[in-house]
């Protein structure tokens, strides 16, 4: 079985080697560049009459530096190269150098070139990771998530990462899918800007197993910029101008995958549109009676703040105030689940002033007179006395709102004078 809590630290792990770049360490966006070939590797070549040798080591190199020169312009990026000369470094070098630096993006920059003699092969194209490299991927994946996880001091916040359980190496096989992912947005932008900026050919964006991609520990991608043994190609990327215009098509690319990278992991919260308060407020009217209900009488079936009113002999119920409709229908909901079938939302605007009458409080009902000496008359002495159907009610005080009755309440009852019921005289 598998638990959702394993699904929870999944999602946590995924978040974590996502973001981690960004949250934790802060650290720039950096790029590994790879000028591919170099040194005694010339890569592609073809001789032509009018500009000589075309030598791929030579193109690629042109275009990484013009690359990086605009990316280092931006302080948000750092650029590593793997070559800044006319140099060799070996494969395993540059991916090692890639993962060493724990890079976010990782570009390399070929030049193509068609076995036939005939040279129509036309074009760019970028490559990435192969569909059957999983497996090598991952292997390097857990290599270098050991390395991450051991020396952040995340550790204390992921301290029960292990590279071999099961959960962990999901959460890697996510990631690896992720990264392939990326690396297909990548260079769909860079064959995009080839395409509709610079009116170069396309040949698409193509998965392959080459080992710069298989080894990477992050999102990669292989650009084939043209083929040397296509005249037009060749008298193009040799160019300065050429280059210019590769390495700015690559440029904007990066641009606009860094900001979607950002956006994925700021993850903005979708915006809640925040509920506005309503003009009036609104109280749950439970029920309306001629029983007087003390506050934990059975009958109000266990709800706290209810504020009875008496209007026209009767006590009306309510329950809750509050001036959100989302409230309002919560506390209805409360009333009905309490047993209350009948319990209606009443609208109250508020301090509103009485048309005719007022306010006042009932401070008790009862067939005997109050006793003179007693704690409510010594609190209240001058209280209106009325006699109705052999019942003596006891009220006080006039108020021209309900918000000012229920303060007088609230008063009253912190002398001592508990259960006082707001009463509406209409006269
Ligand atoms: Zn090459």
Known sequence: ??????????????????????????????????????????????????????????????????????????????????????????????????????????????????????????????????????????????????????????????????????????????????????????GGLVEDNFVKKDKRLSRGVKQENLHVLRMNAMPSILIETGFVNNYDDAHYISTEEGQQAIAESIFNAIISYKKMVDRNVKEPEPEKPVEQPLKNDFRILLMSTPNKYNENDPALKGLKYILPIKENGAYKYYYGTTNYASVRDTNLKTAKDAGFRNAMAISFMPNQTLGVGYYTLEIYAGKDKLDSKSTVMKILPNMTRNKENGIFYYTSGQYRTLEDAIKAQKELENKGVTNAIIEKKLK
């Open 1 to 186: 079985m598998t638990s959702p809590l394993f699904y929870k630290k999944i999602f946590l792990l995924l978040t974590f080697i996502i973001g981690c770049n960004f949250f934790f360490s802060q650290k720039k966006f950096t790029i590994v560049l790879d000028a591919g070939h170099g040194g005694s590797d010339i890569g592609a070549n073809r001789y032509y009459s009018d500009i000589g040798t075309v030598m791929e080591k030579n193109v690629t190199l042109g275009i990484v530096l013009k690359l990086g020169r605009m990316l280092e312009k931006n302080k948000d990026y750092k650029v590593i190269y793997t070559r800044k000369i006319d140099e060799y470094p070996s494969l395993t070098y540059r991916t090692d150098l890639a993962n060493r630096s724990k890079a976010d993006l990782f570009i390399s920059v070929h030049v193509n070139s068609s076995p036939s003699k005939s040279a129509t092969a036309q074009g760019t194209e970028t490559f990435v990771q192969g569909p059957n490299q999983n497996k090598t991927n991952l292997d390097v994946a857990k290599a270098e998530n050991d390395v991450i996880f051991l020396d952040e001091k995340d550790k204390e916040n992921f301290a029960s990462y292990n590279p071999s359980s099961p959960e962990s190496l999901i959460a890697l096989k996510i990631q690896q899918s992720k990264y392939l992912e990326a690396s297909l947005i990548i």
